[in-house]
């Protein structure tokens, strides 16, 4: 006669060890991601800090922001004179206290030929250059800009961010027609005046805005982001947000939100500095 062999299976006890032993392992995960996307937005915030701190201490120390500084001579690798040498611009717009046009939108890629010309777009690349040159910022190659031929990239003549992408400078008037679709999306106008960040995917190409995904920042990274340096709110104070429709939630009668139930990267921050 054949024995039938038996075979032995899980108990429901085993099962449910498992079953928490994985789920265990699925939070570690997730929280594990939490605590690096929070480190990366801290370290973000971080990084906009000392790019204030360095344009201050260049302000205090040559009277003038860096990139609408006339003293060419006293930058290292600049020519002698004003208006002569890799950091030539003209001296009508040198020194007016604004960096680049005075109604740049910040997201449009000025940067594209801007660095080979001597307008006041040349600017917003002269700033990372002379904080690069006077050794007040770190992390860029102030030999590139404000010519790199190749770029400019982030990473190297530009700052990146742990997100990706990078920051570009400018001016910002608080018009809203200088900001287009950039302002309309959080549902209010930017009024951030003067001296600006803009948190970009790329500093030349318009790839930033229109395409759902496209841009830098998740809405609940630029909502932990903005809570952390600002009031956390996406229309007011010193940060605000522009992008596409899903970055904030407009259904809140009192004042629009961080869509932050979002997760496509719809979102770009501005960051008023020095102001």
């Given at each position: 006669?054949?024995?039938?062999?038996?075979?032995?299976?899980?108990?429901?006890?085993?099962?449910?060890?498992?079953?928490?032993?994985?789920?265990?392992?699925?939070?570690?995960?997730?929280?594990?991601?939490?605590?690096?996307?929070?480190?990366?937005?801290?370290?973000t915030?971080?990084?906009?800090?000392?790019?204030?701190?360095?344009?201050?201490?260049?302000?205090?120390?040559?009277?003038?922001?860096?990139g609408?500084?006339?003293?060419?001579?006293?930058?290292?690798?600049?020519?002698?004179t004003?208006?002569?040498?890799?950091?030539?611009?003209?001296?009508?717009?040198?020194?007016?206290?604004?960096?680049?046009?005075?109604?740049?939108?910040?997201?449009?890629?000025?940067?594209?030929?801007?660095?080979?010309?001597?307008?006041?777009?040349?600017?917003?690349?002269?700033?990372?250059?002379?904080l690069?040159?006077?050794?007040?910022?770190?992390?860029?190659?102030?030999?590139?800009?404000?010519?790199?031929?190749?770029?400019?990239?982030?990473?190297?003549?530009?700052?990146?961010?742990?997100?990706?992408?990078?920051?570009?400078?400018?001016?910002?008037?608080?018009?809203?027609?200088?900001?287009?679709?950039?302002?309309?999306?959080?549902?209010?106008?930017?009024?951030?005046?003067?001296?600006?960040?803009?948190?970009?995917?790329?500093?030349?190409?318009?790839?930033?805005?229109?395409?759902?995904?496209?841009?830098?920042?998740?809405?609940?990274?630029?909502?932990?982001?903005?809570?952390?340096?600002?009031?956390?709110?996406?229309?007011?104070?010193?940060?605000?947000?522009?992008?596409?429709?899903?970055?904030?939630?407009?259904?809140?009668?009192?004042?629009?939100?961080?869509?932050?139930?979002?997760?496509?990267?719809?979102?770009?921050?501005?960051?008023g500095?020095?102001?």
């Open positions: 006669m054949t024995k039938l062999r038996q075979q032995k299976g899980f108990t429901l006890v085993e099962l449910a060890i498992v079953l928490v032993i994985i789920g265990l392992l699925i939070g570690g995960i997730l929280k594990g991601q939490e605590l690096m996307t929070n480190a990366r937005a801290t370290a915030v971080v990084q906009f800090k000392a790019v204030e701190a360095a344009m201050n201490t260049f302000l205090d120390s040559r009277g003038a922001l860096p609408d500084f006339d003293g060419n001579n006293q930058i290292p690798g600049c020519g002698n004003p208006g002569s040498g890799p950091c030539s611009i003209p001296d009508a717009t040198a020194h007016n206290g604004i960096i680049g046009d005075p109604n740049w939108p910040l997201t449009q890629g000025q940067y594209s030929g801007a660095l080979a010309g001597g307008l006041e777009k040349y600017e917003p690349g002269l700033f990372w250059f002379y690069a040159a006077t050794g007040l910022l770190s992390g860029i190659d102030g030999t590139s800009l404000p010519a790199d031929p190749a770029g400019p990239f982030f990473g190297k003549d530009l700052p990146e961010t742990k997100f990706g992408g990078g920051m570009l400078v400018g001016n910002g008037d608080g018009a809203p027609t200088r900001y287009g679709s950039r302002a309309a999306a959080p549902g209010g106008n930017v009024t951030i005046t003067g001296t600006l960040l803009s948190l970009v995917v790329d500093p030349v190409a318009l790839n930033d805005i229109g395409t759902p995904g496209a841009m830098l920042l998740k809405p609940t990274v630029a909502a932990q982001i903005d809570r952390k340096a600002d009031d956390g709110l996406p229309g007011g104070g010193a940060v605000q947000a522009f992008g596409n429709a899903g970055c904030v939630d407009n259904t809140n009668m009192v004042q629009s939100l961080y869509n932050e139930g979002n997760t496509s990267r719809d979102c770009g921050l501005y960051v500095i020095g102001n």
